[in-house]
């Protein structure tokens, strides 16, 4: 039934749903790396770094797709949240760009305030990065919340 996620084609799926879970469009990279962990075929390390590559792009895309948003779009519920956020804090929110609800529009909210690349682009994939490692490891038993 699966057979679809295992193989070769894995860990491009891992990717692919990473990305897709990253933008505003549904993906399940989070029970993908799941279960992957448990089929014990890729290591720990590829497996994070493949789902974090993915979902980081998803929020560079989103960031991007912010640059472009005229003034107007950002005006719904989570978008002000997301905007009061990152002029409260600054580029430190970004860290969270991996919430759900929330994080979307942090990013699209950080290109629309024209928050700088580098910076966005580090803490998007820091905070990503940390999400899928700290699951791995809870997964792998390594650690215990």
Do not use: H
């Amino acid at each position: 039934m699966l057979d679809w996620i295992s193989g070769d084609s894995a860990l491009w799926v891992l990717f692919s749903t990473g990305f897709l879970s990253a933008t505003l469009l549904p993906g399940g990279s989070e029970a993908n790396l799941i279960l992957l962990l448990k089929e014990n075929t890729y290591s720990l390390g590829v497996l994070v770094v493949v789902a974090t590559l993915g979902n980081t792009l998803g929020g560079i895309t989103n960031y991007w797709i912010g640059r472009f948003l005229p003034a107007r779009t950002l005006e719904q519920k989570q978008g002000q949240r997301a905007i009061a956020w990152l002029q409260r804090y600054g580029y430190w929110t970004l860290l969270l760009s991996w919430l759900p609800i929330i994080g979307d529009p942090l990013c699209l909210a950080a290109g629309w305030l024209r928050l700088k690349q580098r910076w966005c682009w580090i803490l998007i994939a820091a905070g990503k990065a940390l999400r899928y490692l700290i699951l791995a490891l809870v997964t792998r038993g390594l650690l215990f919340v």
